[in-house]
């Protein structure tokens, strides 16, 4: 169980008409601590070029009069501009009707869930992952079934299997590259657990939040052999985007019209929607930072085994540690000005790869740390 979903020690009041199955959860969430360097929520830490902050901010301007209308209930422009993005980067060819999108990845896999699932109904992952896939099912009332992976972090393959065919999940959650462990589930992998999961009724869902960080190709490749599959990507990551809430998904038609009955009429604002075809517009910038924080992760893995420490292979903009005292460790960094992220794997922390000098900051922060305590011994 990761960190942030600690049990609730909050004493509900008798007149609250609260569901039984929440009264002992507490709300989801790293830390929000005021710190010069956060390196806590794998966000994208360059800001928006002037260039692009003048076009998102002439986008508002010149459609704020008509706020006073609904949105696109259907977004078509902005999916239709999000088709041809996965199209030019994974060779597809797919169409605006095999595309949703709404506020952040985490309300497309909640819209997953109230559509597919829901009580009486079983939902598989592997953790460690991503803690919302489990969050949401809870929330839903579904069942989460968990499913181990090794000590490499890889996903046990025959034991999935056969979790997979005995329970049979209707939906299945696979997050490549893996948050937290940065690690990248092989295609050969991919191919046994759709197949599998097709066998039992269920769709297969591939978390691709950190897609464009990785060097392998992308899983939306499959979705010309799968039907039963759905990749999920976000804005909030390599596009600089979190604070806007854009996520999409990429399936076959028929998965994107059921989701129709359960999305809430004019989900994603007017704003929303303008401002994500903006930014879509500045790929080409947006991804070249993409490229200078893969350089600057593979520096600071140097830096951190030269320091002695191990590092889980990452394809994400993170990287998993290990390290002794990882509390203690934690609160020195926090001491420092620096922000990572405890992810409730013991002898681990995790961080987000910064600009160059939050990455400068973080190492030397934790050079000192590590050298203090040896002089201690
Ligand atoms: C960060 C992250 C997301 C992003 O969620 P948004 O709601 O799109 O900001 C989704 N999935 C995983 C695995 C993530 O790490």
Do not use: C
């Not at 501009?81 to 060779?91: F, I, Q």
């Not at 079983?122 to 929330?139: D, K, Q, V, W």
């Not at 076959?252 to 303008?274: D, G």
């Amino acid at each position: 169980m990761s960190s942030e979903s600690r049990a609730n020690t909050h004493a509900w009041p008798e007149w609250l008409p609260l569901r039984n199955d929440l009264k002992g959860q507490s709300p989801y969430g790293a830390p929000q601590l005021p710190l010069e360097v956060k390196l806590n929520t794998n966000e994208n830490p360059f800001s928006l070029s002037p260039d692009l902050v003048a076009k998102l901010s002439a986008a508002i301007s010149s459609s704020a009069k008509n706020f006073n209308r609904y949105p696109d209930r259907d977004a078509i422009e902005l999916r239709t501009e999000l088709a041809k993005y996965l199209n030019s980067t994974t060779g597809m060819n797919l169409d605006v009707d095999q595309i949703w999108a709404a506020n952040g990845s985490n309300e497309i896999i909640q819209t997953l869930f109230l559509a597919f699932a829901g009580a009486g109904v079983n939902s598989l992952g592997f953790t460690p992952s991503y803690s919302m896939h489990e969050n949401i099912a809870r929330s839903t009332g579904t069942n989460w079934i968990i499913a181990d992976r090794l000590s490499d972090f890889s996903i046990d393959i025959s034991s999935a299997l056969t979790q997979i065919s005995k329970l049979k999940p209707k939906l299945v959650f696979i997050t490549t590259p893996n948050n937290p462990t940065g690690t990248s589930t092989e295609r050969s992998d991919i191919r046994k657990i759709i197949e599998a999961t097709a066998q039992v009724g269920g769709l297969a869902i591939i978390d691709e939040a950190y897609a464009e960080f990785s060097e392998e190709p992308s899983n939306v490749k499959l979705l010309d052999e799968y039907l039963n599959l759905v990749v999920i990507r976000t804005m909030s990551k390599a596009f600089s985007f979190a604070g806007v809430r854009v996520g999409y998904l990429s399936a076959a038609k028929e998965v994107v019209e059921a989701l129709q009955l359960v999305r809430l009429p004019y989900h994603l604002s007017t704003p929303t929607q303008l401002l994500a075809k903006v930014a879509l517009e500045f790929q080409g910038e947006l991804l070249a930072e993409v490229e200078q924080l893969k350089i600057e992760r593979k520096k600071v893995v140097g830096e951190l085994n030269s320091l002695g420490l191990n590092v889980v292979p990452s394809s994400a903009n993170f990287l998993l540690f290990s390290i002794d005292n990882e509390k203690k460790i934690w609160q020195e960094l926090v001491n420092a000005g620096v922000l990572v992220r405890d992810v409730g794997i013991a002898g681990h922390l995790r961080v987000t790869i910064g600009t160059p000098s939050e990455n400068d900051r973080f190492l030397a922060a934790l050079r000192e740390i590590l050298s203090a305590s040896k002089g201690e011994k």
